[in-house]
Each structure stands twice: as C-alpha cells, then as structure tokens.
C-alpha cells in the first residue's frame, strides 16, 4: 500500500482507503457472499475484521495465518516458492466459496476443514501423502491437511453443525449487534486470545512440515531442501507473534526469516571452513 500524503488516502491496488474512518472509498470489485453478510458492505476493510484478515489489494482478505505457515514452511527448508504454495493452499480453504466456514448450509465442509475428527485429519495427512508418492499436488495436499490440523487447536470444542456460534453468547445473551456479535464469534480465531494454545498450534505446524519434508526427501522426486533451522532459535519469535497486535506480526515474521538467513550463511560458512582444512590423502 502508497499512502497519499496530502489527503490521508492509502493506495491498497486496486482502490483507495481512507485511514481516517477505515473504509475503502469506492465499492469491492468482488460480489458479496450472500452467507457471509459482511461482504455486502461493499466499503469494508478486511471483513471489519482487522485483526484476522488482511486486504491486501482492496479486492479480498487473506488470513493472516497463511503468513505463518509460509514463514514456518522457509524455516524448515522448503524453497520460497514451495513455502508460498503451502501457504496459499492453507489459506484456500477458508477463500473458497465451497469450502468457506461461514456459509450457514456448508456443514459438510465445516465437517471436512474447520471442525474436524482425529479420523478426517488422518485421511488429510493420507491423501498427502500419496501424492507424494505418485501425484503431482503434494504442496496443495499438505496445505489441505494444516487447515484441518491448525483450525483444531482453535475449534476444540465446538462441532461443525453450528461453528463457534455459541461463542457469540456473552453471559447467556446473543449480541444485539451484530458486528459485537460476530467479534465475539470470531475471538477464539485469534492467536493472542490464547497464545499458549497458539504456540502449541504453530509446533505442531513444525513437527508436521518436518515429517512432511522427510517424506518427500525419501520418495525421491523433488528437489533438494535447505537447511531445517533448530526450532529453538525460532521459538522467541513465535512467541512473539502469537501475542502481538495484527500490525507487528509482519515484521516479527520478517525478524524470523533475517535470523533464518543469518544462521544460513554461518552453517554455510562453517561447512566451507570445513572442507578447506580436510587433509587431503594420497593415493599409494
């Protein structure tokens, strides 16, 4: 985004916004949903709901979680583009209008990628896995699984049919606004209403994109990886992150991938030096 100097405006792409009271100034190329009756505010930022989504052009949110995963997916070794293609098949689920959660009649799909069973995530983490064994979607498949796998650290507890519907009852009473209400609804999406639960999500994220790597490292049909950096050097920026406001959460994740970098170019350093003063045998 170009802010505007002299007028206050902000340059999101494809229209401008106005900061001062927090609406684009013309209407979203995108139709609205008629299920999710935020999108027929044609002027809304990110959904009014700043602190989950991300606009990044003016057209249409992405969930901030899609960074992380991206981030994570780098920080084990995944080339850029491969990390970026996990990231975007995660967040795909909940951009897709036949798999998006706040649809009141796609419970299957609720069932499917937001609210799920110990079983459904198991046939995820299957379907993974034959592709990297004989398809050609490996990446896609394994971003389908961390939606299910991550939505069920913040979902425990409710069930597909109504969603976290009833977290939008305040001391037995439904909101009567309906933007508190959906606030209310929408908390238990947010990494600092509980950071601990957070942090367990984002570990489970490592262990998994590891276990995901060695198994494409051994099927033998996919380009070399990179370093996998000792999740203990990562962890402070997790931290971090599962509790900051939604400004600072891009540049603790760019803080994460400078230290990535540097620990990269010291391990590449040290393995030179290495091979340097090898002593060399010679041959009888």
Not at 69 to 89: C, N, P, W, Y
Not at 120 to 135: C, I, M, P, Y
Not at 222 to 239: D, E, K, N, S, T
């Amino acid at each position: 985004m170009k802010e505007t100097a002299r007028v206050g405006w902000i340059f999101a792409q494809a229209r401008f916004f106005s900061s001062s009271v927090g609406r684009f100034l013309s209407a979203d190329s995108m139709p609205p949903d008629l299920y999710a009756p935020q999108t027929f505010n044609l002027y809304r930022y990110a959904l009014n709901n700043p602190q989950r989504y991300v606009d990044r052009d003016g057209r249409y949110e992405k969930d901030v979680h899609q960074e992380l995963t991206t981030a994570l997916a780098q920080m084990v070794g995944f080339s850029k583009s491969d990390a970026e293609a996990i990231g975007r098949a995660t967040q795909h689920i909940d951009e897709n209008p036949s798999t998006d959660p706040e649809a009141i009649l796609n419970v299957n799909a609720r069932a499917t990628h937001h609210f799920t069973t110990v079983n459904t995530r198991a046939q995820h983490w299957f379907n993974f896995l034959k592709e990297v064994d004989s398809g050609d979607d490996a990446l896609s498949a394994l971003g389908t699984f961390f939606h299910a796998q991550q939505d069920s650290f913040s979902h425990e507890g409710f069930n597909p049919v109504t969603g976290q519907v009833s977290s939008g009852f305040r001391k037995g009473v439904i909101l009567t606004r309906w933007d508190d209400f959906w606030e209310e609804v929408r908390k238990v999406d947010k990494t600092n209403y509980n950071p601990s639960k957070a942090e367990r999500m984002a570990a489970d994220t490592i262990s998994r994109l590891l276990e995901a790597r060695s198994r494409m490292e051994r099927s033998g049909r996919y380009a070399a990886f990179g370093r996998a950096i000792p999740v203990a050097l990562i962890q402070p920026y997790i931290a971090r992150w599962v509790r900051a406001k939604d400004d600072d959460k891009p540049k603790i994740l760019d803080e994460m991938k400078a230290a990535y970098d540097a620990w990269n170019l010291r391990m590449f350093i040290i393995e030179q030096t290495k091979k340097r003063h090898q002593p060399v045998r010679r041959q009888l």
